[in-house]
């Protein structure tokens, strides 16, 4: 069994997946394209080849049929020379934008949306004849000489076989007119265009399917990858670690400073843990000092009781205000009756007058 730190056994995660995209690493068969690009070339040519053939010749008769004259103005000539370009190129205009819109189409399928200005620069390292013929002898480009052989056979054996099923119409032609020639030539080209293009489809699609399986394969993850990739996007469990433990430090600095403070600690009784500070002269309502649940909450009692702060046991109390109310603000005015209640209870105990307190929270 392989070492489970070298085998890659685990799917690319989404963020292996957008890093291969931005270095331009995606799934894309070139043979694909020139395959869909043939074919829908020849369908083109099919149906507007006779428009196109009409148009060329009305401009050739054109342009004899006119009077010829000296032109030594260049200005004129280069707008007639326009003037041809024009015409010729608004005949060619359905077969171009045709195969061109089909190029776009077929490249958005494949790779989708993707902007790389980087890849824009030359790559030196790519022309180093070395490095070059070192390439020429990996498994992938032998792979790809054998497909490129494979597809000259069939493309050779589809012409060949083409030609041979129509050999007794070609040896009819001796006597056909030049418009019959024409015609069986172009009907006869267009099928064995279409033919071979359709073989290459097929095996341009293989080749995508393999391409897709390879590029998934490319992208698993070893044991050590996928550890790394999670460390570099939660973070390093030890930093993590040491900065959870300086936030528990800092958390127990500020509660051994604040709860000293307070002058009652409501609990539930175990849970949840509430230290109140009120000082009538300087406060219009109690306010909390610290709150806190579970270890916390047993850390603000612990403080009160080294400090001689009162613990009250209200259960809706200190569930109302743990939910309700954060470490330095005031007391809602829902919960003043039940606080004034506990201070109320708190001052009787430690002897303290609780008028200021009663008359601050009616």
């Not at 056994?9 to 690493?25: F, M, S, V």
């Not at 507007?48 to 010829?68: A, S, W």
């Not at 076989?161 to 020639?181: F, H, N, P, Q, Y």
């Not at 996007?233 to 307070?262: C, E, H, N, W």
Request: proline share 4%; hydrophobic share 45%.
């Amino acid at each position: 069994m392989a070492d489970s730190g070298g085998e890659k056994k685990h799917d690319a995660t989404d963020y292996r997946r957008q890093k291969a995209r931005e270095e331009g690493n995606v799934v894309r068969s070139p043979d694909l394209t020139s395959a869909i690009l043939l074919l829908a070339g020849v369908m083109l040519l099919e149906f507007t080849g006779p428009q196109v053939f009409r148009m060329c010749m009305d401009l050739i008769n054109e342009e004899l049929t006119r009077p010829f004259e000296w032109q030594t103005d260049t200005r004129e000539a280069v707008l007639q020379l326009v003037r041809l370009i024009g015409k010729g190129s608004l005949a060619l205009l359905p077969l171009l934008g045709g195969v061109l819109c089909t190029s776009l189409v077929v490249h958005f399928a494949q790779v989708g949306p993707l902007w790389l200005p980087d890849k824009l620069g030359i790559d030196f390292t790519r022309i180093n004849p070395i490095q070059g013929f070192q390439r020429l002898f990996t498994i992938v480009n032998v792979s790809k000489l054998g497909f490129g052989l494979v597809k000259i056979g069939l493309v050779s054996g589809l012409l060949v076989m083409g030609v041979w099923s129509r050999w007794d119409s070609i040896l009819a032609l001796g006597g056909a007119s030049i418009e019959t020639v024409g015609q069986f030539v172009w009907t006869t080209m267009i099928d064995l265009c279409k033919n071979v293009a359709a073989a290459l489809l097929v095996l341009s699609v293989v080749d995508y399917a393999f391409q897709r399986w390879k590029y998934e394969q490319d992208l698993r993850m070893t044991d050590e990858e996928l550890r790394e990739e999670m460390k570099m996007m939660q973070g390093d469990p030890q930093v993590k670690s040491r900065r959870r433990k300086i936030q528990r430090d800092i958390a127990a600095q500020r509660l051994s400073a604040d709860v000293p403070k307070a002058d009652v600690v409501v609990t539930n009784p175990t849970e949840l843990a509430i230290a109140l500070r009120y000082d009538p002269l300087t406060m219009k309502a109690p306010i909390v000092v610290a709150k806190g649940a579970n270890l916390v909450a047993a850390k603000i009692r612990k403080i009160a009781l080294e400090h001689g702060i009162p613990i009250v046991e209200r259960k809706p109390l200190a569930q109302a205000l743990f939910k309700q109310v954060e470490v330095g603000q005031a007391i809602p005015l829902t919960e003043y009756a039940a606080v004034a209640e506990v201070l109320k209870y708190v001052y009787q105990v430690q002897g303290k007058s609780i008028a200021d307190v009663t008359k601050a929270l009616r």
